[in-house]
């Protein structure tokens, strides 16, 4: 049975249709396209009932994205054509029930594709798959916390479960999952971060003392110049077009750095602005930057070493106040750049001299500077020393902690920044381990558990781990999908909380579970009745959610529920008394819990029930650095870039505008001009011609590292702007190529943008 999504055959390549990718993101189509989604899925009073509470003051959160909403007034509409499809794929009217599971195999399910998955609907009972059998069977939610509490004792040590989590869980839920993980005896923690923006927690972590981002909403309007690097928002935060518009029209520049041309950063048209939807649109990126793949630790240490040349030719440009009163390591920053020469760095960037020149202009010119990034820099080799490296240019500036200033990692998964904070961790700090002692009584292990990587290496070489998610596709997401794929297939156990289908069911351990559980958009009722749970988003806002529609089936539990049940079970023979019951029936008590725990959450019922939230402590705000040495840190690197080697290509792997995740609503990229087909190449022309390939070829993608290669099969070319020497194609498809062992240093995060592929017509 494959673990990846099936090949295609030559012909179901016929539906692909490539034409010009798009000028604009946005307008009317954006809007059509959201209801489409909306409608088609639900059902009209299923998708008006959700859509008209997505993002209001008293509706639910958006389970899409981590951007913000805005502080103030709100439209009727406070949401995206993405966040509608995310919503449609979860208030949908399909159902998978045990008769599902009765006429399909594992082994049929696994043979479709992941469109076909996310198409078959809500899942709707606990399903079991019992040693040795073809189909799940239906279990009842007690027969189903019994296994796993039964698996869990046969284990020979606590640190052979494995308890991962995907950024959708509310802090309650998480909350209680890493105590309940921590009662039971582990740190094995791994979640989706890891795999995400790990380098860049990393990285602010050491360079200024908090692992997040330091801006809010207000800040970008008043920027005077905004990088964005590394990202796609049009697609992936398509609400933050609005914000750089906003931020436009009061006269900020915006400089987007990107190997792609992304439509979403040439120009936006305001869904909601009557003239725009009717075809204007403003332009956003005054100046693309089209960088070379993993180039820009080449660009930032180029922009630093101009800015200390104009230094020293007498313009007055550090901040010399802020350098002097609040940084450490200026000195051996300008020493390393001092000793790199021109050559090689523009060399490792692939740009002009006058672009960088041009870039430290507007650095040098500039005091209000917000660097926006996702992925383009996380998910490579030497993404951490990356993110310090653009964090320096802004200690030389002093552009951080003002306002209209800082740094802006955007988080994806609309939770992923709260889970951390509740303490989805493998290595939390002494304090918080001390605070959970004291609070229940309990002992936490203090020895660092494992992250994402870490955990599949460790399921592969130990039989009969057992490997629990809340949320999540791990299979898919995770690197190296054959690797990983063996390493849930050693488990005596696999477990998925889960809301819809997906392969991670499918490629299982000896036994496997299916928990199925509320969505975010679903009432949640227990004993003390309505509940609400609340969320943190990417600029450290907490805030409530409120499901609204009724749930998909009865049998659904809530993801705290779920965890209480559990915890009952497994911990029952044990001297722990930790209030599981009365957290279930309401889940104030769990937030009262949390405020006894984790500072910045002091009346934290009455706090995030306000409308809009509000915002966590962050002492960067006020230029306190937390950090080893109480100063912000400038950091030396050395240039550490991944260049393709001789006949190879440097792969990207990326999103498509029709899919969340691992989860895939459609076959089309409208932005880029792809309708119908998710197994394609972007390749330079140029390339393409030099390695004799057409844009008719079928090709297989081979990538190479240390020795190993792995293959891909049965893709189409697609010749794009892309810069030559890289490609690009959609994950999770191509995480099959991406090896498990290449991956960030330090913050262990698959470098899954930089990868050696060879293309090889079949
Ligand atoms: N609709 C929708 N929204 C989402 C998601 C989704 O799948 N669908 N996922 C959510 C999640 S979890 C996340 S983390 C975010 C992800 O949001 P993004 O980071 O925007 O997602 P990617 O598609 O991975 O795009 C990475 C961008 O980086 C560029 N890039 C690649 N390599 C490099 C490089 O070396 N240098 C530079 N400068 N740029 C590079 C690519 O061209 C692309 O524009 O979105 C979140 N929002
Ligand atoms: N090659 C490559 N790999 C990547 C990336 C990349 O850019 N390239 N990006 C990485 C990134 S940034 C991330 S964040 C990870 C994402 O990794 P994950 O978070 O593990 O994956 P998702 O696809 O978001 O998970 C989708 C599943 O979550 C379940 N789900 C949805 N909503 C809920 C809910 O409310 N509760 C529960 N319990 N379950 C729910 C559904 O069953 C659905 O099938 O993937 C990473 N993998
Ligand atoms: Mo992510």
């Known amino acids: ?64 994205c981590a951007w913000p909403d805005p502080d103030g007034h709100r439209s009727a509409f406070e949401f995206c054509e993405n966040g509608a499809k995310a919503v449609a794929s979860e208030t949908t009217a399909s159902r998978i029930d045990a008769a599902f599971f009765a006429r399909h195999s594992v082994s049929e399910l696994a043979d479709r594709s992941d469109h076909w998955h996310d198409q078959q609907g809500r899942l709707t009972e606990p399903m079991v798959l019992r040693e040795g059998r073809s189909h799940y069977e239906p279990i009842s939610w007690e027969g189903a916390f019994e296994l796993v509490a039964d698996e869990l004792k046969k284990l020979s040590s606590p640190n052979d479960a494995v308890f991962y989590t995907s950024g959708r869980a509310s802090n309650e839920a998480a909350f209680l999952y890493q105590l309940f993980v921590r009662a039971f005896g582990t740190n094995n923690l791994p979640d989706c971060s890891n795999m995400c923006h790990e380098s860049s927690g990393l990285a602010l972590k050491q360079s200024i003392g908090v692992g997040k981002g330091t801006v809010t909403l207000e800040d970008l309007r008043e920027a005077e110049l905004i990088l964005v690097i590394g990202q796609n928002p049009g697609t992936n935060h398509p609400r933050m077009l609005s914000t750089l518009q906003q931020a436009k029209e009061k006269g900020a520049r915006i400089v987007s750095i990107n190997p792609l041309r992304e439509a979403g950063l040439v120009a936006f048209s305001h869904p909601q602005r009557v003239t725009q939807v009717l075809g204007g649109k403003t332009p956003l990126a005054d100046t693309f930057v089209k960088i070379r793949t993993n180039g820009d630790q080449a660009l930032f240490q180029a922009i630093g070493k101009r800015l200390f040349e104009m230094e020293a030719s007498g313009r007055s440009v550090l901040d010399c106040d802020f350098v002097n009163e609040y940084t450490a390591g200026l000195g051996a920053y300008r020493d390393s750049l001092k000793a790199k020469s021109w050559e090689s760095l523009l060399d490792a960037c692939g740009l002009e001299r006058s672009v960088i020149n041009e870039l430290a202009a507007a650095f040098a010119s500039k005091k209000r500077i917000i660097s926006c990034w996702a992925m383009g820099l996380t998910q490579h080799r030497n993404a951490v020393a990356t993110i310090r490296d653009l964090t320096n ?43 959970l002692d004291k609070e229940f009584g309990i002992e936490c292990p203090r020895a660092v558990g494992l992250n994402a990587v870490q955990a599949i290496r460790y399921m592969k070489q130990t039989s009969g781990c057992v490997f629990f998610a809340l949320g999540g596709n791990f299979l898919s997401a995770t690197p190296d999908t054959e690797y990983t794929a063996q390493s849930l297939r050693n488990c005596s156990l696999t477990v998925h909380v889960s809301t819809k289908l997906n392969r991670s069911h499918l490629i299982t351990g000896k036994k496997a579970l299916i928990l199925p559980c509320l969505g975010r958009s679903e009432k949640d009722e227990q004993k003390s009745g309505a509940q609400w749970v609340s969320v943190e988003n990417s600029m450290g806002i ?11 089936s009865p049998q659904l539990k809530s993801e705290v529920a779920i965890v209480c049940g559990l915890a009952r079970k497994v911990l029952a023979d044990r001297n722990i008394s930790i209030g ?3 957290f279930e029936s309401d889940y104030a008590s769990i937030r009262s819990a949390i405020e006894r725990v984790v500072p910045g959450f002091e009346n934290y019922n009455l706090r995030a029930r306000q409308p809009g939230g509000y915002y966590l402590p962050n002492p960067v705000k006020e230029r306190r650095f937390e950090t080893d040495t109480g ?92 810069p030559e020497g890289c490609v690009a194609m959609y994950f999770p498809e191509a995480n099959t190529l991406v090896p498990i062992d290449h991956i960030a240093t330090g913050s262990e995060t698959p470098a899954s943008k930089s990868v050696q592929v060879e293309i090889r017509k079949r």
């Not at 951080?400 to 800082?406: C, L, W």
């Not at 990692?409 to 904070?421: K, Y």
């Open 393 to 435: 240019l802004h200690l030389l500036r002093g552009a951080i902690g003002i306002k209209g200033a800082g740094m802006c990692p955007v988080r994806g998964h609309s939770n992923v920044q709260g889970d951390r904070t509740m303490g989805i961790y493998e290595h939390m700090p002494e304090w918080f381990y001390k605070a």
């Open 1 to 64: 049975m494959s673990a990846t999504p099936n090949e295609n055959t030559p012909e179901q390549f016929e539906k692909l249709n490539v034409s010009a990718p798009a000028d604009k993101a946005g307008g009317a189509g954006a809007v059509y396209h959201a209801m489409r989604h909306a409608v088609g899925k639900a059902g009209v009073a299923r998708a008006k009932a959700a859509l008209t509470k997505l993002n209001q003051k008293s509706g639910f959160d958006c389970p899409s």
């Open 580 to 582: 599981w019951s009365e």
């Open 631 to 722: 100063k912000a840190n400038f950091s030396v690197a050395p240039l550490d870039i991944e260049r393709a080697e001789k006949g190879r290509l440097l792969l990207m792997t990326i999103r498509s505008h029709d899919q969340f995740n691992t989860t895939v609503y459609g076959l089309n990229d409208r932005y880029r001009g792809v309708k119908g087909e998710r197994r394609i190449v972007f390749a330079n022309p140029e390339d393409m011609k030099r390695l004799e390939l057409s844009g008719d070829d079928i090709v297989d993608v081979v990538s190479f590292f240390n020795g190993k290669q792995r293959v891909s099969r049965m893709y189409r070319l697609v010749p794009y702007d892309i």
């Open 542 to 552: 907490v805030h409530s959610s409120s499901g609204q529609i009724p749930p998909a």
